[in-house]
């Protein structure tokens, strides 16, 4: 039989915890692009002129806010990531709030980044 644990009633009000779901929304954002990239990756394969109307449609305002939005996704995926191997393969300490907040921040600033750099 397999112990149940007590939950605390604001368990889901956790940094950890919104950590994880960030992660976890984070992959399923990539999950959702990645046919579209397979998408423009075929048309440069079969048609210029499709490819070269697609291009000019993502150069929409709404489209770069979408790479932005991508781009935060990709940082808090790959940043969390690296949060969960380290806390997998080093030893538990009192930081790992700290470190899902850093993660959280970190990648917040590359969002900001690309957006800075797209926009000039």
């Keep these: 039989m397999i112990a149940r644990t007590a939950r605390r009633p604001g368990h889901r ?9 960030l992660h976890r929304l984070s992959g399923l954002g990539l999950v959702v692009f ?6 423009t990756l075929g048309l440069a394969l079969h048609s210029e002129a ?10 929409a305002p ?3 806010v979408g790479e932005a939005v991508l781009m935060f996704f990709l940082a808090i995926h790959a940043f969390g990531g690296v949060r969960l191997l380290i806390m997998e393969n080093l030893t538990w300490h ?4 700290r470190n899902a907040m850093l993660a959280a921040l970190v990648a917040t600033a590359v969002a900001i980044v690309f957006v800075v750099w797209v926009a000039c």
């Design 13 to 21: 009000t956790d940094l950890l915890w919104l950590a994880a779901l």
């Design 50 to 59: 499709r490819l070269e109307s697609f291009l000019r449609w993502s150069d």
């Design 62 to 64: 709404a489209v770069k």
């Design 34 to 39: 990645l046919p579209v990239h397979f998408l």
């Design 94 to 97: 009192e930081g790992q709030k």
